[in-house]
Nanobody
Framework: VQLQASGGGLVQAGGSLRLSCAAS????????MAWFRQPPGKEREFIAA????????SYADSVKGRFTVSRDNNKNTVYLQMNSLKPEDTAVYYC?????????????????WGKGTQVTVSS
């Protein structure tokens, strides 16, 4: 199983980025997907989740109203649209997969992880 996150970069505060996570070697439509992030010197934290069908989503309070998670099961890809970015959004962002949907995940809940992509928001 491989989860490949991409789309990170350097952006000014108030800007936007769209992260993608392409999955391979798993039956993507059976898995709920989640995004986590790990700021410098801090623990990994849950950001957003989307159920297998795409019909149910959940967000951490810190990103609610600014970030949107979506998926395209035909492309085996999950997305994270990040708007109104703030310097405190600076982190390495990870995508992860699990068979069971939860409104909020702990890192230990996830079965598969991708390598992270760096997002840096300048003030």
């Amino acid at each position: 199983v491989q989860l490949q996150a991409s789309g990170g970069g350097l952006v000014q505060a108030g800007g936007s980025l769209r992260l993608s996570c392409a999955a391979s070697a798993l039956t993507f439509e059976n898995y709920s997907m989640a995004w986590f992030r790990q700021p410098p010197g801090k623990e990994r934290e849950f950001i957003a989740a989307i159920a297998w069908s795409g019909g149910v989503t959940s967000y951490a309070d810190s990103v609610k109203g600014r970030f949107t998670v979506s998926r395209d099961n035909n492309k085996n890809t999950v997305y994270l649209q990040m708007n109104s970015l703030k310097p405190e959004d600076t982190a390495v962002y990870y995508c992860a997969a699990d068979l069971y949907y939860r409104d909020g995940y702990y890192p230990d809940d996830m079965t598969y992880w991708g390598k992270g992509t760096q997002v840096t928001v300048s003030s």
